[in-house]
């Protein structure tokens, strides 16, 4: 399948073993993916074990689809001194076509999010719309959960629901593969596969389910809204801003956060100047500066500002939750908070 | 209204042709599109990203006159960095300009009302382009009020233009904090000039643009004597970086400053206003 895809002029990436951690990067054969290896989640803790459970064994690391749709630092305008004024012109966005191996459930849902954040609106983001339609998403249906892991909970997973061209289930002795799109049947079409039997089609059912049931992490979908919105002066807040660092990590990691700023950057001359926008996080104090100062000024009232984002206020703004129930942001906390548990000490009110 | 350019980032350039100071540190730029097919049109309470290449975007509220969109004006109190160097601008020279963004001062909806404008500062930058409106409709409307509050006589914005306001049919009521003996007009709080003002509530729709406690109270003070919150309008100030509600810096619970205000309904606003730091 990865020969195909590069066949037909498709960047492959997938998950591969780099630094300590499963990350998704440029794969070129079967050989590259972390056989065999699994990883080990809890709040603030990421380790990887070997395991014999095969090339899908470990469920999400850091990265997710977003640096591949909204990259981390982008050009939106470059200008050029001309005489006594200034041209302007916006750049033409890229157009890779790229394939992504080894999707999960999750970040497909984070994808579907995206792109009501990003093409939604009365503006929609052209290098977004761009990269976005060059994707191609094979997904994998996860066979395990770890600790961190509530997209049960989220409605999100573990089974691939839709979203991906093709769809791989892992077996022990192979992949059972469903088709999403017309283009992911072109795809299975030139490769060598045989019919599925029952037996195998009920072993893979079976996969996703192995997975959910291992879910102990949850969050009230239906009551979460109310329980942060109805509690903004609740005294968890003051309680988590004591542990959270305002380190901006949880919104690096998390697949759905979109805050960017832009910033300018001048050659010596100042005859050539590039907008180029960057990741930005509500954890930063620059995040809500006005010419009064801060509008969130204290860690307190920034950690309020993206729970109640992804969990409350985001369902006004898109008609969708945020949070897609990864738990990225519970692993990749350095001192691991936990947000379920945030959202459960607020439940019943305040104290 | 103007159509949205496909790219939100693309940039206008304009030539500065006038730089006026109004009070310290406060100063007004007139621009002129250089496309003379630029097709820029805006309506009172809407906002524009000023670019300067090199140095950076500030979102700040057109102050012209909607009727005459090719003369655009804007006063700017010089404050972060991208303000601070447009102080040393001069006629001929360019800014960007991208927009206009925002929501709009409702004064198609509120014909046949009396309207009360609370402006503190520079809050009345936003609302002047509200002014130049109600004038020229004057007979629209009911009985209109301008109540305008600033630190001391000098920080009065617009002062040259009262006497034709008033010629126009609207009460004009500048107050400050404090003065010396040569003020003789109110002393204290646009508040204060509000609870005295003789209202019918119902038929009265109330516009407030300044300091964010301000306008708290200035809206209280207008519902608590009887105007629906619903008709009671407030311009919300937060950090603007795209404004095309992209990149998230303005977000204030369910909304985004940028383009689901800056002018909002009291009402949709009051519960969240209400929250520190929120």
């Known amino acids: 399948m990865i020969d195909r895809l590069r066949e037909l002029g498709y960047e492959v990436v997938g998950p591969r073993v780099a630094d300590g951690a499963i990350t998704l990067g440029e794969i070129t054969s079967i050989a590259e993916l972390p056989l065999n290896v699994r990883d080990e989640q809890e709040p603030g803790k990421y380790r990887l074990t070997i395991s014999d459970g095969g090339y899908f064994d470990h469920v999400v690391g850091p990265h997710s689809l977003k640096p591949f749709v909204f990259p981390p630092r982008t050009t939106v305008l470059q200008v050029l001194k001309v005489r006594d004024s200034w041209e302007a012109r916006t750049p033409e966005p890229p157009r890779p076509k790229r394939a992504v191996l080894g999707v999960r459930s999750c970040d497909l849902h984070a994808l579907a999010i995206q792109d009501r954040v990003f093409l939604g609106g009365p503006h929609r983001d052209p290098e977004y719309a761009a990269r976005r339609e060059g994707l191609f998403l094979v997904a994998v249906n996860c066979g395990r959960s770890v600790p961190t892991c509530f997209c049960v909970s989220m409605n999100t997973g573990p089974a691939v629901t839709g979203g991906a061209d093709l769809v791989l289930t892992e077996l022990a002795d192979g992949f059972v593969v469903q088709v999403g799109t017309e283009r992911g049947s072109l795809v299975l079409a030139a490769l060598n596969c045989r019919e599925c039997s029952s037996t195998e089609i009920a072993d893979s059912n079976e996969v996703p389910r192995r997975a959910a049931a291992q879910q102990t992490r949850r969050i009230s979908l239906p009551t979460v809204h109310d329980t942060l919105m109805n509690n903004l002066n609740h005294p968890r807040w003051d309680d988590v801003a004591k542990r959270c660092l305002s380190c901006a990590n949880c919104t690096m990691v998390c697949p759905t956060c979109f805050c960017s700023t832009v910033n300018e950057v001048t050659d010596l001359a100042g005859e050539h100047t590039t907008r180029e926008r960057t990741w930005e996080s509500c954890f930063n104090e620059e995040h809500s500066w006005t010419g009064s100062g801060a509008v969130h000024p204290d860690t307190k009232s920034r950690y309020r500002q993206w729970l109640t984002h992804k969990l409350a206020t985001w369902v006004d703004q898109f008609g969708t939750s945020g949070c897609v129930g990864c738990g990225r942001c519970i692993t990749w906390c350095p001192v691991g908070i936990d947000l379920t548990a945030e959202v459960a000490a607020m439940e019943g009110g305040a104290p | ?278």
């Open chain 2, 1 to 278: 209204m103007t159509p949205l350019p496909v790219n939100p980032w693309h940039v206008h350039m304009t030539t500065v042709q006038a730089v006026l100071p109004e009070t310290p540190g406060v100063t007004t730029y007139d621009l002129t599109f250089d496309d003379p097919n630029a097709g820029y049109a805006f309506r009172p309470g809407q906002f524009n990203m000023l670019y300067l290449p090199g140095i950076g975007e500030a979102a700040i509220s057109v102050s012209s006159d909607p009727g005459e969109a090719a003369k655009l004006r804007h006063t700017v109190r010089a404050l972060g960095n991208v303000t601070r160097a447009m102080t040393r601008l001069h006629p001929g020279d360019k800014l960007g300009v991208r927009g206009p963004f925002g929501t709009v001062w409702p004064v198609d909806d509120c014909r046949g009302r009396d309207v009360v404008i609370a402006a503190g500062g520079l809050g009345l930058a936003p609302l002047r382009p509200v002014l130049y409106h109600l004038s020229r409709h004057r007979a629209d409307y009911g009985r209109v009020t301008l109540l305008y509050g600033t630190r001391s006589p000098v920080d009065l914005l617009y002062t040259n233009e009262y006497e034709a306001w008033r010629a126009a049919g609207i009460d004009v009521q500048p107050t400050v904090d404090s003065a010396g003996g040569d003020w003789h007009g109110s002393i204290g709080f646009v508040t204060a000039l509000l609870a005295r003002l003789p209202l019918e509530p119902t038929r009265t729709v109330v516009f407030t643009c300044g300091p964010e406690v301000m306008m708290r109270f200035v809206a209280s003070e207008a519902v608590a004597r009887g105007v629906p919150a619903s008709q009671v309008f407030v311009s919300l100030e937060r950090n603007m970086n795209c404004a095309v509600g992209l990149c998230g810096h303005c977000q204030f619970g369910p909304e985004f400053v940028c383009k689901d205000g800056p002018v909002f309904p009291f009402d949709r606003v009051r519960r969240l206003l209400l929250v520190e730091n929120f």
